[in-house]
């Protein structure tokens, strides 16, 4: 029995290639890991990424991290489409679509325009419905750093398309669009809680969420969208609507599986909402149940708890 062993260039070749794919993914994967913390060193990293040698779904993390990363965090939108428009994929709706994204943030809409064409015809939708995406993401890309009143009133006139029939690959990323729209918005300094239009357009924004990840997500999408849901409406002190968004989010946990996590942070809303209803005792054991589920978490996962946790009002009353 013979044993063929690669030696000399073609061994040298292989080497090289595993060397590179290897450094390749861990400038992504390092990207994708310190971003929000360091966007300049993601930026150099995602330069670096040799981007043929990424697999389909490291390729989907890439596109997504440079619109993140050079547009959203650095402002550099010229950049992130350049970075795109240079690594083109021409199967990939999801790759015309941040295209689009890029080249309209940059000043380009030609190729903004170009590349909704591109990706209605990939996934097999009108240019309506990629369009309105399209633009529900520039909103999203840019909403930190236009008026907050200007983006209300964006997100206003989104809803009422959304209002539509729209195809499951359209439904499912408009909310999670939304979602990251909203709850930016529920964080945003701007936010003015007495305003009506802010109100009302960020609590309805939160339902229209909640209704397509119930059409088209799974009922994990479901049950963190009605969470939101519950977010909001403590913001706005709709405390009875955050106690049945929060409690029906429960329910569906309780019927599918175990979403001890998720489970933890409803009930941070609820002894939220039951303060804000002024019953206290009630709040109280909200509170503890979810004290005693994160007892199990590991301590990334604690700390981020202790920060919602530190949010209550009149959180002096409820001290471990």
């Known amino acids: 029995m013979s044993v063929l062993v690669n030696t000399g260039a073609d061994a040298l070749s292989f080497n090289d290639f595993y060397l590179s794919a290897r450094s390749c993914m861990f400038n992504l994967r390092k990207a994708l890991e310190i971003h929000d913390d360091d966007p300049v060193l993601a930026s150099n990293l995602l330069r670096a990424v040799v981007f043929r040698e990424l697999n389909d779904k490291e390729k989907g993390q890439f596109f997504w991290l440079v619109n993140h990363v050079f547009g959203e965090l650095l402002s550099d939108w010229v950049s992130a489409y350049d970075l795109l428009a240079a690594n083109r994929v021409n199967t990939s709706e999801g790759y015309f679509k941040s295209l689009s994204v890029a080249a309209y943030c940059s000043g380009k809409p030609l190729q903004a325009f170009s590349a909704e064409l591109e990706c209605a015809h990939l996934a097999g939708i009108s240019l309506l419905e990629v369009k309105m995406l399209v633009g529900l993401l520039c909103l999203q890309s840019l909403q930190n750093t236009t008026d907050i009143n200007i983006s209300i009133a964006m997100l206003r006139k989104y809803m ?134 994160a007892e199990g978490f590991d301590p990334s996962l604690s700390k981020w708890f202790l920060e919602v946790r530190s949010k209550l009002e009149g959180k002096d009353i409820f001290i471990f």
């Open 160 to 293: 009422l398309s959304l209002d539509e029939v729209v195809s499951p690959l359209v439904g499912k990323n408009a909310a999670a669009t939304l979602n990251n729209i909203v709850s930016s918005m529920i964080e945003d300094a701007r936010l003015l809680v007495n305003d009506p239009a802010h109100r009302e357009t960020i609590i309805a924004a939160s339902a229209i969420c909640a209704r397509l990840w119930a059409q088209f997500g799974t009922w994990v999408n479901h049950e963190r969208s009605l969470y939101l849901c519950a977010l909001v409406l403590n913001k706005f002190d709709q405390c009875v609507g955050a106690l049945d968004a929060a409690g029906e989010a429960l329910d569906i946990i309780q019927s599918n599986g175990q979403e001890d996590v998720d489970k933890a942070f409803l009930l941070l809303e609820i002894s939220r909402a039951q303060q804000g209803l002024g019953e206290v005792g009630m709040a109280k054991e909200a509170l503890s149940r979810a004290d005693q589920i």
